[in-house]
């Protein structure tokens, strides 16, 4: 731990293979969020949402074994040789903090890895609804982050945290794989929780969690029906809950909440969502008209009375009707999200055409206009 309570990520300074180390600092200067590095192919840079090359030679499949071999320990050699697959988080001089993802192709270790950048935005620059502050000062209650894997699902998530930890004397407990972004003791007590460093699993870690006296819990990503489960309970016994699951909208995260269970089992766990939902944010990250950068497009279900009882009624397809009517309440359906970004010139027609989810419709409504 650090002196103010935030986990300390471990350092590689002196044991990153150079080449490695070449490359995540020269990702860094190109302000990529991921770096890619592939056998045969020269490394590969997203930014802005996009593949880029770097103009050098391919990789070959043992350079990427030997960088791979520099950033793990006896202990993550051995659970990468078991599993075949490894999460960890690594901290660069120039790039800060990252999290490696190290994998198998062709019999060959392959990796990428997520820049985690040194601050958290403001609300207004990252793009998400004032609505989102409000949930974050709940007291208890369960929040939803859903989108696609690169919508910046744990950007608002941390965004989330900090405002609780810069507003609220309490203590958050967070369980990541891995940690990205470490926070530091403000009016909170921030305990974050890496699984396999710091607990074998998100199941158990979330069983023994609600032990350790927290007022808020933080789950990096929500998987299966044991971790929904004990989420629900938490929810319910006064806690407040975040957490990211992956799924293309608000309505798609609540099917696929309750699919995980049957019978008896399912009908209990709509009660306790009916009972606990306070709301849900659907990301996506487009980019804006000339590339530049990307801009958050977004749909957010606020639970009110009537979407309780939808929910408890198992009537999802009707929320659809809540979100374009809740306006007043914050609601907002990703079609008209889109619809604006548009109308500010933010985005291009083919890229709101492409990301929206009627297109036929919108195609109208522009003609309309």
Wanted: proline share 4%; hydrophobic share 40%; net charge negative.
């Amino acid at each position: 731990m650090g002196p103010a309570g935030g986990l300390v990520a471990p350092t590689f300074l002196g044991l990153m293979n150079s080449h490695l180390d070449h490359l995540v600092a020269a990702a860094a200067n190109h302000h990529a969020s991921d770096l890619h590095l592939i056998a045969s192919v020269p490394p590969a840079y997203r930014i802005n949402g996009e593949i880029l090359f770097a103009d050098s030679d391919a990789l070959a499949p043992e350079t990427i074994t030997e960088m791979a071999d520099s950033l793990l320990n006896n202990e993550q050699h051995e659970t990468f040789s078991r599993e075949w697959e490894l999460c960890l988080s690594i901290q660069h001089p120039v790039a800060g903090r990252l999290r490696a993802t190290l994998y198998r192709h062709n019999n060959a270790a392959e990796m990428s890895l997520r820049f985690c950048g040194k601050d958290i935005p403001a609300r207004d620059v990252l793009g998400l609804p004032v609505k989102i502050d409000e949930m974050a000062r709940r007291p208890n209650g369960l929040f939803l982050i859903t989108g696609p894997t690169g919508s910046g699902k744990t950007t608002t998530l941390n965004y989330m945290v900090d405002l609780i930890n810069r507003e609220r004397r309490c203590k958050i407990v967070t369980i990541e794989d891995p940690v990205e972004f470490v926070h530091t003791n403000q009016r909170a007590i921030v305990v974050q929780q890496e699984v396999l460093t710091d607990t074998h699993s998100f199941n158990r870690a979330l069983i023994h969690v609600l032990r350790q006296d927290p007022d808020v819990i933080v789950v990096g990503e929500v998987r299966d029906y044991e971790a929904i489960a004990t989420m629900l309970t938490a929810a319910e016994t006064g806690h407040l809950v975040l957490a990211t699951m992956h799924s293309p909208g608000v309505i798609n995260a609540l099917e696929r909440i309750i699919g995980v269970f049957e019978g008896n089992a399912q009908r209990q766990i709509i009660l306790q969502l009916s009972n606990t939902l306070l709301g849900i944010i659907a990301q996506e990250l487009l980019p804006v008209a000339d590339r530049s950068q990307r801009v958050l497009a977004f749909e957010f279900l606020v639970a009110n009375s009537a979407v309780r009882n939808l929910i408890r009624e198992h009537t999802l397809h009707q929320l659809e009707n809540c979100l374009q009517t809740g306006g007043k309440e914050g609601m907002m359906v990703m079609d008209n999200c889109i619809y604006d970004l548009y109308c500010r010139c933010l985005i291009s027609y083919d890229t709101a055409v492409s990301r929206t989810r009627d297109p036929d419709r919108f195609i109208q409504r522009i003609g309309n206009k």
